[in-house]
């Protein structure tokens, strides 16, 4: 599964990207990946947000809940519409 991404454009001094520049080679990475790498370690500790589903969601829950009992196993997604 590939997990969508988008591009962020940041504007530092001269001298900062320096610094930064002698960090990614000391531990072998690109700048990307060190700013990356950055990022990730300073969100690390903040909770996941949790959003409330929309009633047509939780309608459709409650109704797959209900009939939960005509469920098909499916091994073979590809298979399974062939021979549907």
């Known amino acids: 599964m590939q997990t969508q991404s988008t591009q962020i454009r940041v504007t530092v ?10 960090k990614t080679e000391k531990y ?3 700048l990307s990946a060190y700013i990356k790498n950055l990022i990730i370690n300073d969100v690390r500790d903040v909770d996941a ?3 409330q589903a929309s009633a047509r969601t939780e309608k459709s829950y ?3 809940l209900l009939e939960r009992d ?5 091994d073979d997604i ?3 519409f062939d021979n549907l």
């Open 28 to 30: 072998g990475l690109s």
């Open 13 to 22: 001094p001269l001298q900062l990207q320096g610094l930064m520049q002698a």
């Open 49 to 51: 947000p949790v959003f």
């Open 62 to 64: 409650k109704q797959a």
């Open 70 to 74: 005509r469920a098909v196993k499916v």
């Open 78 to 80: 590809d298979d399974f």
